[in-house]
């Protein structure tokens, strides 16, 4: 019974993992068949940096993911740990985003090239998550800066309210 969760988290890493993969061969195959089997006479160099750069994008975060779940074990061999847990957020989550949006442009770039442009989604996603973290570093100008004069009384009834001690109300018989 001990490590019973480990264990189980190592099975679903394993399982998720496979998945991805499944999902990132089936991806590179519907792009290879119908691309340059199908639509053949309109295939062009600028399609193989496309097949290039999506396998990239593929490969990159598929690798970090297969890092973070890779369970560790103690040195008898016993499992020590599953692995990550790949349904949080953070930067697992946002690496899957990655795959699924490199999917969804391989494919729908088949249709049209257009599509490519949805690629742009990702380094603005980070330029906003970067924006938020700078921002919170610098000052916002609170501190010596000019209340008005609402917040100033609502501060001041506050503290006033603060200073005040609280009665307690007691049965007395």
């Known amino acids: 019974m001990a490590n019973q969760g480990a264990k189980k988290r190592k099975e679903e890493n394993a399982r998720h993992m496979k998945t991805l993969l499944r999902l990132i061969i089936a991806s590179n195959a519907i792009y290879v068949v119908l691309r340059m089997g199908v639509f053949y006479s309109s295939f062009t160099w600028k399609h193989w940096l496309g097949l290039v750069l999506t396998s990239l994008a593929y490969v990159i975060p598929y690798q970090q993911l297969d890092a973070m779940a890779?369970?560790?074990?103690?040195?008898?061999?016993?499992?020590?740990d599953g692995g990550f847990d790949m349904s949080t957020g953070?930067?697992?989550?946002?690496?899957?985003?990655?795959?699924?949006?490199?999917?969804?442009?391989?494919?729908?770039?088949?249709?049209?090239?257009?599509?490519?442009?949805?690629?742009?989604?990702?380094?603005?996603?980070?330029?906003?998550?970067?924006?938020?973290?700078?921002?919170?570093?610098?000052?916002q100008g609170s501190e010596g800066g000019e209340e008005d004069e609402k917040t100033k009384k609502k501060r001041e009834k506050m503290e006033k309210r603060a200073s005040r001690g609280k009665f307690v109300k007691t049965r007395t018989r």
């Open 70 to 80: 890779k369970p560790s074990y103690t040195e008898d061999g016993e499992l020590l």
């Open 90 to 139: 953070g930067i697992c989550g946002y690496l899957h985003d990655v795959i699924y949006i490199t999917c969804f442009v391989q494919i729908s770039s088949i249709i049209s090239g257009k599509f490519w442009y949805i690629y742009l989604v990702i380094p603005g996603f980070a330029a906003y998550k970067l924006f938020g973290l700078a921002r919170g570093f610098m000052s």
